[in-house]
């Protein structure tokens, strides 16, 4: 339909991404595949490395494959002849028509880190046998001069066609139109868009901080500047002069970013979630390189500058008359502050955005999950082939697989489930008995569907609240009964007994009915709501693979192995893939929050870092120029607390600015704050208030050390200073 009456694209695919087991090699091996409408291939403008691409008549007999670049690697070898040799794949041969470069992939919403290894045809008979499927990822190519918002239009046109047409399986359907890498990388590329964000707010930090620096410099070499003018150097040579002073000091910094770089990209890679797209194509390449080189020159012309120009305009005679002692001077002064105060004001934007992202972690790892993963192994399971072409024979399957892996020594509990949680699942709308005819098939509670096999909830200790769990009978035709969570019983039955309850996915009948009732459980990851759930037995033919769950004794890695060859010792035939335990799986969940909260906190602490050293170093060069003041109070009978209390007062009075105008910026930025936040308020008192100390006790000791270094000068000596 979409093909036939779409006037925005130049062509359309569609995918079925999942996994294929190969066989024929050394031994079985699991891979990640996809069937694909043969217009993909030239859609996205790639020719095969070696044969052909699929062609549409390829989808009628279902016999061809075309290979990723690794598979061929990996099942060929690297041979030129690959194309035209067989492939055993589910239990049938295939012929080789093509191989494509190492670099192709088709794209898909569910590929996450993974590649496709393998391309087959996709059979129309898929999308002929059932038009309520919506489950199909579709790519298109916009045809020239086309927007995103006329083609989202056109598909809102046909969708509403469709539902005229269709009620029953189309009312209520809509669809929209992304950017293919917006899609897939959108999130991720807002979550580095923001730690580049971080990291340049660090550089600024640096920046100022050796701005003031190169101001205080200026200010102690105002004789040695006066000197030159007075020998006839112009202001220009001047200006030129300390510029170029500041731009080695760049390259320096530059070259010595990109060397730690270099060393420190083994670790930033441990860092990277596993799921995020191509993380194994990060390197410090030609663009990084280029990209820190301009960086580099770029604060060197700004930062560079600014202090050049205000010390090429010191007084001839004020330089030389102070001999050396040189002073900073009002507009000076007032420039070096404000470099101190926005830093401090940086540092506590970063603060408490770093605070905000690590009680956001430490709230999301302490909530409940509905299960318990120490101790649970888990591996996949995918049974193909004629022996498994029902699914009461996938069923008793599975059940043979339980009973031999309940053999092996440390096993407490095996079951088996088609979705595991925090992975995302399968639903649909359905049909409460008693309520009024939908008036299609997409109104309705909708409800996550799991098919579970043996002990899966003693496994995985989801706690059973209410009726019993599931028993053969269950699985009878016309009287199949579920076990729901209490998610979908506080939905559609609040105040009612669930047992006996009965909904259907159709119309009804046949009704499925409620047995028993579980605990939540979080299906689509720990940030995720608690969905309506329902647990049905596996004959009921809802879902074709999934997950074998084993609940070990102790330090069950040493029979990891044994469970394996229990599982093969079934069927030879069909590998288990994917094969990690349960708290890895819930520890890969965090994976990419946890990779920003640290690198956030980092900065921040980098920051803070940073912020100390220029009060310190602001606060060390008022000692040092007021040395001869400081000895003439002392001398007096001023007191050491209170020289201190002066000295002090400087860096405390910087901080107060920074720490107020750092609210401002905090302000400013609440609508990125409450996009990353997790059961926190994006202006969250206790971060904000840890923040402000944090920075304020920094400036107090960043200041005091210096200060206590002034009171243990002699009077004698600092009037002597010079």
Request: charged share 20%.
């Amino acid at each position: 339909d979409w093909v036939e009456r779409q006037r925005s694209f130049d062509d359309m695919a569609i995918l079925s991404p999942g996994s294929y087991t190969l066989t024929g090699l050394d031994e079985p091996e699991r891979v990640y595949g996809t069937r694909v409408s043969a217009s993909a291939f030239e859609l996205l403008g790639v020719t095969p490395l070696a044969g052909r691409p699929l062609l549409e008549d390829d989808g009628t007999d279902d016999a061809v494959v075309v290979l990723g670049h690794a598979l061929w690697q990996r099942a060929f070898g690297g041979a030129p002849d690959a194309v035209g040799r067989s492939l055993e794949i589910d239990g049938r041969a295939r012929t080789v028509v093509g191989v494509m470069p190492a670099d192709f992939d088709v794209p898909s919403p569910w590929l996450g880190t993974r590649s496709h290894e393998l391309y087959l045809p996709f059979l129309p008979a898929a999308l002929e046998s059932s038009r309520g499927s919506h489950s199909f990822p579709v790519i298109a190519r916009m045809s020239d001069g086309v927007t995103l918002e006329m083609a989202q239009s056109d598909m809102d046109r046909i969708m509403r066609e469709l539902a005229q047409e269709y009620p029953r399986t189309n009312a209520e359907r809509g669809t929209q139109v992304f950017v293919m890498h917006d899609y897939m990388f959108g999130s991720h590329g807002d979550q580095l868009l923001l730690i580049l964000g971080a990291a340049a707010l660090v550089l600024l930090i640096a920046c100022a901080n050796v701005a003031g620096l190169l101001l205080a410099r200026g200010a102690a070499r105002e004789a040695e500047l006066a000197v030159r003018s007075a020998l006839g150097a112009s202001r220009g040579t001047i200006v030129r002069l300390l510029f170029s002073e500041a731009a080695v000091l760049a390259a320096a910094g530059g070259a010595a970013g990109i060397l730690v770089a270099y060393l420190g990209m083994d670790a930033l890679k441990a860092m990277l979630p596993s799921r995020m797209p191509r993380i194994q194509e990060v390197a410090l390449d030609a663009t990084a390189l280029g990209f820190a080189v301009a960086i580099s020159v770029g604060t060197a012309l700004v930062f560079g500058v600014i202090p050049a120009l205000l010390a090429a305009r010191a007084d001839l005679a004020s330089g030389v008359r102070e001999g050396g002692r040189g002073s900073l001077g009002s507009t000076k002064e007032r420039v070096r502050d404000l470099f101190i105060v926005s830093q401090i004001a940086v540092g506590l934007v970063l603060a408490n955005g770093a605070g905000l992202l690590v009680r956001s972690y430490v709230e999301l790892r302490g909530q409940e999950y509905g299960f318990r993963a120490e101790g649970v192994l888990t591996l996949s399971l995918n049974p193909y082939g004629p022996r498994y072409g029902s699914a009461p024979e996938r069923e008793q399957y599975f059940n043979q697989v339980i009973e031999a892996v309940h053999a092996v020594g440390g096993v407490r509990s095996a079951g088996f489930v088609s979705r595991l949680p925090l992975a995302g699942g399968s639903n649909g709308t359905v049909q409460i008995e008693g309520w009024a005819p939908r008036a299609s098939q997409n109104e309705g509670p909708l409800v996550e569907v799991a098919s579970v096999v043996g002990d899966y909830f003693a496994t995985l200790d989801i706690p059973l609240l209410h009726g019993r769990l599931l028993e053969p009978d269950d699985s009878i035709s016309g009287a199949v009964g579920v076990v729901v969570n209490q998610a979908m019983v506080d939905q559609v039955w609040p105040e009612e007994d669930p047992i006996g309850k009965r909904f259907a996915f159709g119309d009804g009948p046949p009704w499925i009915t409620v047995v028993g009732v579980v605990g939540n459980v979080r299906q689509w990851g720990p940030e995720q709501p608690v969905l309506a759930q329902m647990y049905a037995p596996y004959a009921q033919g809802w879902s074709g693979s999934g997950f074998l769950t084993v609940r070990l004794e102790g330090d069950g890695t040493r029979i990891v192995p044994a469970v394996r060859q229990a599982v093969l010792s079934v069927d030879p035939t069909q590998p288990p893939a994917d094969v990690r335990g349960m708290d890895e799986r819930l520890d890969a969940a965090f994976a990419q929050r946890r990779f920003y909260t640290t690198l956030i906190g980092l900065f921040a602490v980098a920051a803070l870092f940073l912020a100390s050293a220029g009060i310190y170093g602001t606060v060390s060069y008022f000692v040092a120029r007021r040395t001869r003041e400081l000895g003439i109070r002392m001398a007096l009978g001023a007191a050491g607390s209170g020289v201190v209390g002066l000295v002090v007062r400087r860096g405390t009075r910087l901080a107060f600015w920074g720490i107020g105008l750092g609210l401002v910026g905090v302000w400013a930025t609440l609508s990125t704050a409450r996009s990353l936040v997790y059961g926190v308020s994006a202006l969250d008192p206790l971060s904000l208030a840890t923040g402000c100390l944090v920075l304020g006790l920094a400036a107090v000791a960043a200041s005091a050390l210096p200060a206590t270094r002034a009171v243990r000068i002699s009077p004698t000596r600092a009037l002597r200073s010079e």
